[in-house]
């Protein structure tokens, strides 16, 4: 599970595709969903797309960009968030539970058959040694999601989003303070600064 | 609090919590990942959480499931699926109720700005998620070499990352890490 792809660069809306002829049920939901994520070793997002808007045309372009928008913002797994709101816009609350099912079960029983596996050989010396390989390339993939999503805020020269974004990195990755307080005072300070910086552009 | 008496009760508590403070994602919460399943529970070692991270990054499926991992590396199968309920659960109950308020009243304005306020901060997590699995994986300038490579081949072409993971298993195989 590589990281998905920054959301600030979401691709263009399509050329306008006609709305959703046809409404899934639940069944549909669950396997679109394990099929996009168990295709999702490039990170979800990508498949779910694909499938929605290209595959099944259940959602245009720009509905998908603004689901998407929303799960974003609210915290938690963002396609986890995605599955949930997606399904119940069809099917209500069962929906909901399918797409989830779907996106969650078959990786599961997947993670939880590795980890078995891990449990029982994990000391094994070349298995060690090949995991710890696969660790660096994460690693790696992981630093790769963090510059591209901090091009715009180099672009734009945006000093107060990269001064914020490097005080969270000393407080969790250097100081190892707790998330939640970081969280406590950045969210309400970056959301200040936002708002304040967004009326002094308008005047 | 006297966690250890019922871990399944511990994970669930932990990452129940953790799933609505986790702003940006499964890669934004791996620092308090890290925190509660090394330092405070105790749950798994510094190799173990390396480990952990490098197979989820393996398997296919949404990031958050190394919650799957570690919660069966706590209490079996009972500790993968109740970890994994509790990350997801909250926030997708939130998502879901959420969703169905903007839907009545369009104020677009709102998600907007919010998302502009978080997106530095879901960055600055994500590079100290990168930094504290590096401290544990980069212990040899090889290693740290395969990770700058794996970090420009991601950043600078559209290569599939599943190739960059087994390029690295392979190497680590080899025994060169």
Redesign the interface.
Known sequence: ????SPP?AAPAPDASAPSPPHQPGLLELFLAFAKM????????LVWARRSIVEQHRWMTAEEFN??F?????????????????FG??FRG?AG?LAA?AG??G???V???V???L??RY?DID?L???????????????????????MP?LKRR?VT??V??????VA???I?W???IV?LV??PL??A???LT?RMVKA | MSSDSNPVAALVWTFGLMSLFAVGGANSAIPEMHRAAVDVHHWLTDKQFADVFAISQLSPGPNVLIVTLIGYSVAGVAGALAATVAMCGPTALLAYYVSRFLDRSRDARWPAIIQAALVPLSIGLMAASGLIVAQTSDQSWIAVLITIVAAALAFATRINPLWVLLAGGLLGFAGVV
């Not at chain 1, 599970?1 to 998905?4: G, R, T």
């Not at chain 1, 928008?69 to 986890?80: D, T, Y």
């Not at chain 1, 660096?136 to 630093?143: D, R």
């Open positions: 599970m590589p990281p998905e600030v994520s168990l295709a999702g070793f490039g990170g979800v603004e689901t928008a929303l799960c974003h913002f609210l915290p938690g797994p963002n396609i986890v968030n995605l599955s949930v709101v119940s816009r609350v909901g989830f996106l969650v078959p990786p599961m997947i993670a939880t590795l980890a078995a891990y449990a994990g070349v060690r040694r090949t995991l710890a390989g696969v660790a660096c390339a994460a690693v790696g993939l992981l630093f790769a999601v963090v510059f591209k999503m901090m805020l945006d989003g990269l914020i974004l490097a005080a969270v990195f969790i990755g250097l190892r707790p998330l939640q969280l950045a969210i970056s959301l600064v936002t708002i967004r």
